[in-house]
């Protein structure tokens, strides 16, 4: 197999070594990210995201959630915007232009999920992936509420994907694409499937598998051994690498993979 396309990180051996370098000194020219997500049953993920992107460094952080907690966020939340809530407790249609001035505002977006499971709430993130035309990283259960838009998702430029291995095997299979998934397959089986798929589709696909973080974009993959699942499933990988695109802009792939460099 011809597996040029294949590269691998170690914990001593960073890829992009010059990625941190690329950080603006000053927070001004640091990027502003937006992240939207929670319901009324928690916001964990997206404080957690918060919390990440400060620490990454990131210029601006600001968040929308929905109205329903407005009484419960932590202080160390300081720019947030509410949206109207639906009757389940997740962001109502009406959240659009909250949405949609978030979008304005961000040099990049991260739905970071507790999006809940409301149909209501589908199709205002599914209008979203439509009007906002920016960096768009998307993970934990947003990447199941819009499952029924796989096919504008992948299709979509400036798009990065954290997803568990049985998302990745829901997204395979919503857009037809000839290639089997298995939880058994062998991690070089994957990293040929990605290469394949990421030469078919723009958007960037980052998946944990056999211990492996593995990142694919344009056809090209690299892996990283990764011992802590949780942070993925938390959702501060993906803010991470979010955090990392926004000065790293021309390469979701070298940010990503610079993003975990230092696990």
């Known amino acids: 197999m011809d597996n040029t396309y294949w590269k691998k990180q170690t914990s001593n051996k960073p890829l992009y070594p010059d990625a941190e370098w690329n950080k603006p000194e000053q927070r001004s020219q640091a990027g502003r990210m937006g992240i939207i997500g929670g319901n009324k049953l928690g916001f964990a993920g997206v404080g957690e995201a918060y919390g990440v992107a400060s620490a990454s460094g990131v210029g601006e952080v600001r968040v929308l959630l929905p109205d329903v907690l407005k009484k419960t966020i932590p202080s160390i939340m300081t720019d947030v915007l509410f949206g109207a809530t639906n009757p389940s407790g997740s962001l109502a249609r009406d959240a659009h232009i909250e949405m949609e001035a978030i979008g304005a505002w961000a040099t990049g977006v991260l739905l970071a999920g507790d999006a809940g499971r409301n149909s209501e709430t589908a199709i205002l993130y599914e209008n979203f992936l439509k009007d906002y035309a920016g960096p768009l990283t998307i993970t934990r259960d947003a990447v199941d509420l819009i499952k029924n838009s796989s096919s504008t998702i992948v299709e979509r430029p400036d798009t990065l994907l954290v997803v568990s291995f049985a998302q990745l095997q829901k997204i395979f299979q919503s857009v037809y694409y000839p290639k089997v998934l298995t939880f058994s397959?062998?991690?070089?089986?994957?990293?040929?499937?990605?290469?394949?798929?990421?030469?078919?589709?723009?958007?960037?696909?980052?998946?944990?598998?056999?211990?492996y973080i593995v990142i694919a974009s344009e056809g090209a993959v690299t892996t990283t051994e990764w011992q802590n699942p949780m942070a993925i499933w938390r959702g501060s990988v993906a803010a991470k690498a979010a955090s990392y695109w926004l000065w790293n802009r021309s390469s979701p792939l070298l940010a990503a993979t610079a993003s975990i460099a230092k696990a």
Do not use: G, N, S
């Not at 397959?185 to 394949?196: F, G, S």
């Open 185 to 211: 397959m062998q991690l070089a089986q994957l990293v040929e499937a990605l290469h394949k798929f990421t030469i078919t589709y723009p958007c960037t696909i980052m998946v944990l598998h056999k211990d």
